[in-house]
């Protein structure tokens, strides 16, 4: 059902946020929900960096041993901000996470908002 003026969300929105990491590793992973409740969420990642940097948005499992979907992103220095289309299906103990795919000389941080919906 499509969002109408006046209708309510569930609960209040989470702010997931990762330290500001210097010269990180490929394969870092640079924040994380941690384990989920079951429910449908909208995400929003925010990031800064002060190189060019490529990671994947993972979508996990709820044993944390593989990705459900992934999308890889390669934002240039500066802000980086990307907002999920659309709601995402999450089941108990699944979560999403930054993982930095490649090593980078420099700084980054990237946090992760989410909020059930109906």
Not at 22 to 48: C, H, K, M, Q, W
Not at 82 to 110: C, D, S, Y
């Amino acid at each position: 059902m499509p969002y109408q003026l006046g209708d309510t969300y569930h609960g209040d929105g989470f702010w997931t946020s990762g330290s500001i990491l210097t010269n990180p590793t490929a394969n870092t992973i640079i924040v994380d929900t941690g384990a989920l409740s079951a429910g449908r969420y909208l995400f929003a990642i925010s990031g800064e960096s002060d190189v060019a940097w490529v990671y994947d948005i993972q979508h996990r499992n709820a044993a944390n041993s593989a990705n459900v979907s992934a999308q890889r992103r390669r934002p240039a220095s500066g802000s980086e901000d990307f907002l999920f289309p659309n709601k995402i299906t999450i089941a108990a103990n699944e979560r999403v996470r930054i993982l930095l795919t490649t090593g980078v000389t420099g700084e980054i941080q990237a946090c992760i908002f989410y909020l059930e919906v109906p």
